[in-house]
C-alpha cells in the first residue's frame, strides 16, 4: 500500500458527462501528480500540483481540469467525455517538488469507461 | 524536446538469467532519468533514478541501469530473473521544467 488513495476504483459513464476523480496523498506529501494510462496513448503525465498551486502541465485537455485544496487531497474533473477517454487515470504523490530530487508514490488508479 | 523510446515492447527470459531493458533518450537538457516497474492491476513502483550524481544507478530489486551521454541511453539490467520480475517496465525522462515523458512501456515475461 503507497499510502495514496483513489476514488472511485471504477467509473462507468456516458459521453457527454462530467465526473470527478479524488486523490488523496500520503501524509506530509505536498505535491499530487495525476497521469493517464490508455492502450492506444499510453501513460502520459497530465498535470501537478505543489501545495495548491498548479506546477508543471503536460498533455492535459482542455477539457480536463484539476485543483489541489488546502488539505492537499486534488481532484481531477474530466467533462464532456468521449469514448477515448476511456484510461486508467493514476495519481501520483511526494514531498518534494520536483521528480528528480523526490520520490512519487503512485495510487491504484481509477478506471474510467465511458460508454 | 523529449523523447524517450523503449526498444522493445516485450520481452522474454528465463528464470536464473539475465535482464536487459533497453532505453533511449532525447533531451535539450540535461534530464534526470527513472525507471518504473507497473504490476498487473497496481500502480507504478520507482525502480531507480538517475538524477546527474553516478552513472551507475542501483535500485531496488537488484535492478541497476547505466546513464551513457554518449549514447543517449539509459538501459536497465538485472543479473537473474526472479518469477517475481514479470510486470511492465517504463523508462521517464524529465527536464529540469519536470515535463515528464513516458517511454510505451516493455512487458517482461519470465519462462520457468
Known amino acids: 500500500d503507497s499510502g495514496v488513495t483513489q476514488t472511485p476504483k471504477h467509473l462507468i459513464t456516458a459521453t457527454g458527462q462530467r465526473v470527478t476523480l479524488r486523490c488523496s496523498p500520503r501524509s506530509g506529501d505536498l505535491s499530487v501528480y495525476w497521469y493517464q494510462q490508455s492502450l492506444d496513448q499510453g501513460l502520459q503525465f497530465l498535470i501537478q500540483y505543489y501545495n495548491g498551486e498548479e506546477r508543471a502541465k503536460g498533455n492535459i485537455l482542455e477539457r480536463f481540469s484539476a485543483q489541489q485544496f488546502p488539505d492537499l487531497h486534488s481532484e481531477l474533473n474530466l467533462s464532456s467525455l468521449e469514448l477515448g477517454d476511456s484510461a486508467l487515470y493514476f495519481c501520483?504523490?511526494?514531498?518534494?517538488?520536483?521528480?528528480?530530487?523526490?520520490?512519487?508514490?503512485f495510487g491504484q488508479g481509477t478506471r474510467l469507461t465511458v460508454v | 524536446a523529449q523523447s524517450v523510446t523503449q526498444l522493445d515492447s516485450h520481452v522474454s527470459v528465463s528464470e536464473g538469467t539475465p535482464v536487459l531493458l533497453r532505453c533511449n533518450y532525447s533531451?535539450?537538457?540535461?534530464?534526470?532519468l527513472f525507471w518504473y516497474v507497473q504490476h498487473p492491476n497496481k500502480g507504478l513502483q520507482l525502480l531507480l533514478k538517475?538524477?546527474?550524481?553516478?552513472?551507475l544507478v542501483k535500485g531496488i530489486n537488484g535492478f541497476e541501469a547505466e546513464f551513457k551521454k554518449s549514447e543517449t541511453s539509459f538501459h536497465l539490467t538485472k543479473p537473474s530473473a526472479h518469477m517475481s520480475d514479470a510486470a511492465e517496465y517504463f523508462c521517464v525522462v524529465s527536464d529540469r521544467r519536470d515535463k515528464i515523458i513516458f517511454g510505451k512501456g516493455t512487458r517482461l515475461h519470465i519462462l520457468p
Open positions: 533531451s535539450s537538457y540535461s534530464p534526470s
Open positions: 501520483a504523490s511526494s514531498v518534494g517538488a520536483a521528480l528528480r530530487n523526490t520520490e512519487a508514490f
Open positions: 538517475y538524477t546527474s550524481a553516478a552513472t
